[in-house]
Every structure is written in structure tokens, then in C-alpha cells.
């Protein structure tokens, strides 16, 4: 059964691990060209390759966000562990949901209530029914996965950044942050439906 002590151990266990069970480059796929040129991304937020607890599921998601890890189960007792940016305290998501919306270069617009938290940050926005067209100034990023509980919209998402040092951070709105590069290569690799556990 996934809960959050068992996630955590295993976590912890495969942090503790790291120089055993990670290997130093990435998967071969997750390749693309780099958008932020100048930004170095700390080694250990790069994907890896981790050892998980075999009960987990292959093609499950589980985002660790204390860490500021994303593990995709690849099969039992293995997993690609990326690096994430998460949201603020008071803002994050926990829960189970699924990916049931998938978009390259997704439009974007604040949710009202993040209008109101920073209105001088939405000012455009408000009062308005703009939306932000996609492309690489978009905050959305690259790639966009939509998370749904019981076929609503949780309005929260795993996606790309225009903000590649706030990965291993915890300064958004409560979506999961991703580099773009590594927001693709998650895209690519898991369908419509996956299951998405945030601990």
C-alpha cells in the first residue's frame, strides 16, 4: 500500500544511496537542447536512474516534494528520479490525481485566486479574459501534464519554467515545475491516465 512513510524510506534510503544506485548521466532520451544558457542545474536534480521499492508501480508518478524529487517508476524496483521546483507552503498539492490533459507549449492564464494573492504580479490579467499564448516565454514552459481528480481540473500541473532556478525550490503556486528539457522527456514517456501521488 503507497503511503508516505514507506514513499520516504525509500526515498531517503535511495538518497542515502546515491553514489551506489544512480547512475551519472542521464537517460538517453531526455536529451534536448538547453533553453537557459548560462544556468547550471545542480548534478543531484539532473534524471537519474534510483533504485524505488518494488511495490510501486511501473508508469506511476510519485512526487516527493520536501526533496523536491519526481520519481517515474520504469519498472519494479527502478525509477527515473528528476529534479522539481514545488509550491510555496500553504499552496502546494498532495493527493492522488491523474493525468487526464496533455499539451506542447500550452496557453496559460493565473488562476483567480493567484489574481488576488499578487495582483501588481496579474495585473494584465485582471479584469480581463486574456490568455497567454504558448511559446518560451510562456511559464508554463514547453510541456504541460493536467492533473484531475475524479475527471475535475485541479487547476495544478506538472510542467516546464521560464524559471530554471527555481527548480529544487519550493516558490510556486503549487504546481510542479520542471526544466524543459526534462518536462519533454516525461511527456514523451507517460500516456493520458497516468496516476500521479504526491506525498
Not at 58 to 73: A, E, F, N, T
Not at 85 to 96: D, H, I, Q, S, W
Not at 124 to 131: E, L, P
Amino acid at each position: 500500500m503507497l503511503n508516505r512513510r514507506s514513499f520516504l524510506a525509500a526515498a531517503l534510503a535511495s538518497a542515502a544511496a546515491a553514489p551506489a544506485i544512480a547512475q551519472t548521466t542521464a537517460p538517453a532520451t531526455s536529451q534536448a537542447p538547453a533553453s537557459n544558457q548560462g544556468f547550471q542545474l545542480d548534478p543531484r536534480f539532473q534524471p537519474q536512474i534510483v533504485g524505488i521499492k518494488a511495490n510501486f508501480l511501473p508508469g506511476q508518478l510519485l512526487i516527493l516534494p520536501r526533496s523536491h524529487y519526481l520519481y517515474y517508476v520504469v519498472e519494479p524496483g527502478k525509477a527515473i528520479r528528476y529534479g522539481v521546483g514545488v509550491g510555496k507552503a500553504g499552496l502546494e498539492f498532495t493527493g492522488t490525481a491523474t493525468i487526464d490533459v496533455k499539451k506542447e507549449w500550452p496557453t496559460w492564464r493565473p488562476t483567480d485566486e493567484m489574481i488576488q494573492r499578487n495582483p501588481s504580479a496579474y495585473s494584465k490579467f485582471a479584469g480581463s479574459d486574456y490568455v497567454m499564448p504558448g511559446g518560451p516565454g510562456n511559464p508554463l514552459g514547453a510541456r504541460a501534464l493536467y492533473l484531475f481528480q475524479d475527471g475535475h481540473d485541479t487547476y495544478f500541473r506538472i510542467h516546464g519554467t521560464t524559471e530554471p532556478e527555481s527548480i529544487g525550490k519550493s516558490v510556486s503556486n503549487g504546481c510542479i515545475r520542471m526544466l524543459n528539457s526534462h518536462v519533454i522527456d516525461l511527456y514523451n514517456r507517460v500516456p493520458i491516465g497516468t496516476v500521479v501521488t504526491v506525498l
